[in-house]
């Protein structure tokens, strides 16, 4: 079983930026995919970024040039690095990690982008 734990969501301005963090503990693998998806009210979860144990990264279009993904392996724990926020990025955001064919999901972290 692997568990992981999403910090650093919050109500922040257009055009401001916000840490993402997921903290992943239990049975860990060194082969491994973790992504960022997000949830937008009346809207189907979507894939917002990936990053693989051997740094290969994809991004959805829509963010691509605002947000980073990364990783510290040390720490087991995947960052997403927002910038440039607009309010269109507004939504419950989702760790997963998926390792040896099994996926695994966070509790999930609020983001607004409101004036």
Same mark, same amino acid.
């Given at each position: ?23 992943? *503990? ?8 973790? *992504?960022?998806? =997000? ?22 279009? *829509?963010?691509?040039? =605002? ?29 997963? =990690?998926?390792? =040896? ?15």
């Amino acid at each position: 079983q692997v568990q992981l734990v999403e910090s650093g969501g919050g109500l922040v301005q257009p055009g401001g930026s916000l840490r993402l963090s997921c903290a992943a *503990s239990g049975t860990i693998f060194s082969d491994y995919v973790m *992504s960022w998806y =997000r949830q937008a009210p009346g809207k189907q979860r979507e894939l917002v970024a990936g990053i693989t144990n051997v740094d290969t990264t994809n991004y959805v279009d *829509s963010v691509k040039g =605002r947000f980073t993904i990364s990783r510290d392996n040390a720490k087991n724990t995947v960052y997403l690095q927002m910038n440039s926020l607009k309010p269109e990025d507004t939504a419950v955001y989702y760790c997963n =990690r998926l390792q =040896r064919g099994v996926s695994y999901w966070g509790q999930g972290t609020q983001v607004t982008v409101s004036s």
